[in-house]
């Protein structure tokens, strides 16, 4: 990785960088005031209810409604059936557990373990992560209820309090939702897209034009690209939309992405138009701008061929990338006929819905996530238990909130929610009860202190996800100073505690996520990106013909991995930007590469996937016997490559030689001796792009 650091330009000192890079987040994109008025309206809402019907478990209850109307966009009515399923669930073990369990101390302190232990796994392995998060959310809130020295039946009426508080926080941002969707109806995900397409046209607009690219536009440009995907990626994860649209979409967003990047890095070159140059940015935009309108009506978009011989040295830098990449976009659709037919359920080919991930018992990131989460959570219930501090108990509900946004996360994180919860709780929890709230008199006042610090809140939580949990932990520390009583806090103590638990818990999930097992994101990235050409190698040998349905089932696990590798590469490539020390411009070098070939090896995977069916043998897609010997070769010549990658990427010299080219044409040889088919037309392209990505990727890396 040395040569790579050698061609990175030089960065600008770290808190130049720090404040460029915040006045990026800070500023408005499309759709950030309406979702940042849902999340407001919904906390306040709430807020209002619980404080005038003097409901218990009321900071809870605001920060869940606040955290889901941020993470929930695509909810809809049929979610209450879930929420209702995982609150009576999550109330029915905390009661037979404390039917069991109570009498005997040191039996609960080991059930309390496990139930840490199971709430982290459900939260990383189960597939509806609504009833997953609720679930864990009743359990560390009412947990520490079960400790008090108080009557069971007043302790079992604080559980049933806490069910009934959090569903009116779900229930209130579930209407929210349903009013703003109802007065404006648009679609946020294909609208999001849009408007990052929109943006590179308007970029080749001004160089047809034969004008600088303008101020505004270059600021639009640049700021999706500091934006980046990752609010398009959290919405697709948190959608319920079928395996195959969440996988073509994913790697839609990786190469728009990527178009953006490039584009955003023309604006900053000094080019030079001639005409065969103008002629290839006229048809590249009209692509570009025939995609986002295909996109947005839910269609897929027709296969793009550049005129390759027109293509001359000396052009418009990073023109040829910019088409190739806008190419590859119609390619993830092979063999669909209609975008929308993926949004629903699906049946043929596709697993049935379950209540587990396919890789839950197969990939150990799910282990590890559970173990590290209800480590820390239980260092948290063990020290303010030996100590016997119940104020600070704040700490177990800590370590959940942050492990619903700690997946893939890394210790910069943390450095962003200790931040936010020192202001939120120490300067403006406490000092509003010192300066502010001694002159408030009713609720009207506090709701307009609250609406304010909610605002302050919910801006930072839509920004990218380096910043949001600073956000989050402004909210969480100071509702839960200023809403757990009916009344103004005016006890200085029991804010302390509270905010001395919030430390707490984060403190845990530091040593538990990053000291006992941590690597700096760069090593994570690096790891991430390894794993994924490994898992994607053995995607590509995979089916064997014999074993059918344990390689259909074997098939999803892979695929279901191999995303959760992209999400986590993505992830780990954000938090390098925080990694300040003395490599963090080879870091940064690194990163840009890997980004680049994240998109890359994101076609690679999609291409395999519509590949799938001819290796699978499914129902009009049998291949000749011929066809399907040369098939298996030509697949085993591209995992040898794809771990030849890995094996460079690691520190080997040495890999097997790139023959790829070699073995498609073999491939296409014996397919010309076939009777003509579509389908094996076809079945020829998809291979001959793979092919074409997978040595361009090998001669990159």
Known sequence: MATIAQSVPESPPPLTWLWEFLKEELTPYPGRVSLVARMIIAAIAVMIITMTFRIPYGAYGAVYALNISRESPQTTPKTVKTIAMAYVLGAAYVLIGALFFLEDPALRFLWVIGTFFVVFYAISAMTNYGASSRFGYLIAITVPLWDLHEPAEARVEGTLWAVWTITIASVVALLVQLVFAALAPEDDFGRSIANRLTSVEDVLACYLADRPVDPATEKRITRFAMLGTSRLRRILRRSTWALNYSEQMGAVIALVGRVVDLAASLTQLSVRISDDDRERIHALSASIAGIRVDLLSRRVPSLIEFNSESKVPGGVPLLGEMERTVSLIPQVFSGSISISEYAPPTSGDEPPSTLFVPDALSNPDHIRFALRGGLAASLCYFIYNAVDWPGISTAVTTCLLTALSTIGGSHQKQVLRFAGAIIGGFFIGMGSQVFILPYLDSIAGFTVLFILVTALAAWFMTAGPRLSYFGSQIAVAFYLINLQEFAVQTSLSVARDRVVGVLLGLLMMWLAFDQLWGASAAVGMKRALISNLRLLAQFVREPLPEEKRAAIERSYSLRE???????????????????????????????????????????????????????????????????????????????????????????????????????????????GTERPRTDLQTFLTLSRNMASVTSSLNEEI
Not at 612 to 629: I, M, N, Q, T
Not at 650 to 658: A, L, Q, T
């Open 561 to 671: 991995t191999i995303n959760a590798d992209f999400d986590k590469t993505r992830a780990f490539a954000d938090a390098v930007l925080f990694e300040f020390g003395p490599s963090w411009r080879q870091d940064l070098a690194m990163r840009n590469r890997i980004r680049l070939w994240q998109s890359q090896l994101r076609t690679l995977f999609m291409i395999s996937t519509a590949l799938l069916k001819y290796r699978l043998h499914l129902p009009g897609f049998d291949l000749p016997k011929a066809v399907e010997a040369a098939q298996q070769k030509f697949d085993d010549r591209i995992a040898e490559v794809l771990d030849g990658m890995a094996n460079r990427i690691e520190g080997e010299v040495s890999g097997p030689r790139d023959d790829v080219g070699n073995s498609f044409e073999r491939l296409e040889q014996i397919i």
